[in-house]
């Protein structure tokens, strides 16, 4: 492992100084090929990837009906403008819309973008519309993350992140996670929506209690409000289900996507219920890359993909098989998240930084969500003996750091 990948692009290029603007950490490893669950450096070792990006890469790496998709579109038709229609942008679409009626059930329309950030933006807009001049602000939750744009940014219930850009757009405001009643109270008659995240992923691996989505949900009935799902890391088969929000049967407006859809490839999706999608009009919202056809072609390859091989059930068994075999170990309080989306809680006095460095070491892909949690996030696709190959790199190392 290059113990500096960072300082050695620097050198290997020729460059004076590092070429990237500072907003990364710098990087331990240049990753040079994946396959599978499997990833090898530029030296040539081998890491099992039980991050996948960031619940980026469900199907894999290099997964062959993905790239078979992206080749064929790219030798085919890349890009027309949306002044145009391509063929793949509508067949992805229905295939989105067609995961949402049998989910929760509603007919929907779906705006493509290229990110999970653009999709948040784009509901966001969404709700002030449907709120209407005065109904403009959206409550979310302490912990959450929603993206990196000024809008996303100010929606992200992270203080601490919002500090060097202030003043942050207008219309936002955070209540705590899992609190009916602290959402009821931030209720006034300037709120539009209320989004949220099923699993706050990047707050720690956290779920929302079940109950109090279904909560939310009669909440925002009552109070003619719009409930944004953030499904951008749940969405896709990650947590056991399509989506994170099946696990509580409630129905949302509008749901956002991203990561998982592209398996790599950059792309994201707003999905709407038809009478909320229909407060949008020609020339409200748009991206130069919306539906463009090889992010298409990219989306339709990878739900055709989970679907053949059932992803969500997968997700699910591989969960409950990772999970159990984490739970059982030495230095491990408990393990929390819900099908391939865990975070694994050390005992007291580890430290998940120095415990995700000792795993990288040895070969296993993790990150440090929170100062004493590790998250794991496999492929969807991962096998039960890397399962334990994973289990016994854990039980080595925390053995290893264990006073
Ligand atoms: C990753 C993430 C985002 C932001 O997605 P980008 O593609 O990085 O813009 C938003 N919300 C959640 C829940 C995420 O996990």
């Not at 990833?39 to 790496?61: E, I």
């Not at 959402?183 to 929506?193: C, G, K, N, R, Y």
């Not at 949008?280 to 989306?299: E, K, L, M, R």
Request: net charge negative; proline share 6%; charged share 15%.
């Amino acid at each position: 492992m290059s113990a500096h990948a960072f300082e050695q692009v620097v050198e290997q290029s020729g460059a004076q100084y590092c070429p990237f603007m500072p907003v990364f950490g710098a990087p331990q490893v240049m990753f040079a090929r994946g396959r599978g669950t499997e990833l090898w450096d530029t030296d040539g070792n081998r890491y099992l990837d039980f991050l996948s990006g960031l619940a980026v890469t469900s199907l894999g790496h290099s997964h062959p009906a993905v790239t078979q998709a992206m080749c064929a579109q790219a030798d085919t038709l890349l890009h027309v403008s949306n002044l145009f229609a391509n063929t793949v942008a509508p067949q992805a679409a229905m295939k989105i819309n067609q995961l949402l009626l049998e989910t929760c059930g509603r007919e929907g329309q779906v705006f493509f973008c290229n990110s999970g950030a653009e999709a948040n933006e784009a509901a966001l807009k969404l709700a002030r519309k449907f709120g209407g001049r005065g109904r403009h602000a959206v409550i979310s939750a302490y912990g959450s993350f929603h993206g990196r744009t000024l809008a996303t940014l100010a929606a992200t219930g992270q203080p601490a992140k919002h500090e060097p850009f202030h003043p942050m757009p207008d219309g936002f405001r955070h209540v705590v996670f899992n609190d009916i009643a602290a959402l009821e109270a931030a209720i006034d008659p300037s709120v539009s929506a209320v989004l949220l995240e099923p699993v706050q992923g990047e707050g720690g691996v956290l779920p929302a209690d079940p109950q109090y989505l279904r909560d939310v949900r009669a909440l925002c009935d009552e109070r003619g409000l719009l409930m944004i799902l953030d499904e951008i890391q749940t969405g896709f088969g990650r947590t056991g289900e399509w989506f994170g929000f099946q696990h509580a049967g409630v129905v949302p407006d509008v749901v956002t996507m991203a990561k998982a859809m592209g398996n790599g490839f950059p792309v994201g999706a707003t999905w709407a219920t038809r009478e909320v999608a229909a407060v949008f009009q020609p020339g409200d919202h748009g991206s130069t890359y919306s539906g463009t056809a090889i992010a298409a072609a990219v989306v339709d390859a990878v739900i055709d993909e989970m679907r053949r091989i059932d992803a969500p059930r997968l997700a699910a068994e591989r969960g409950a098989e990772l999970s159990g075999k984490l739970a059982a170990l030495p230095g491990v309080v408990g393990v929390r998240g819900a099908g391939l989306l865990l975070a694994v809680e050390l005992v007291p006095g580890l430290d998940a930084k120095a415990a995700y460095q000792a795993l990288l070491q040895r070969g296993l892909v993790t990150n440090a969500v929170t100062a004493t949690a590790l998250r794991l996030a496999p492929p969807l696709t991962v096998s039960s003996p890397e399962i334990d190959e994973a289990v016994a790199i854990v039980a080595a190392v925390l053995q290893e750091l264990l006073p």
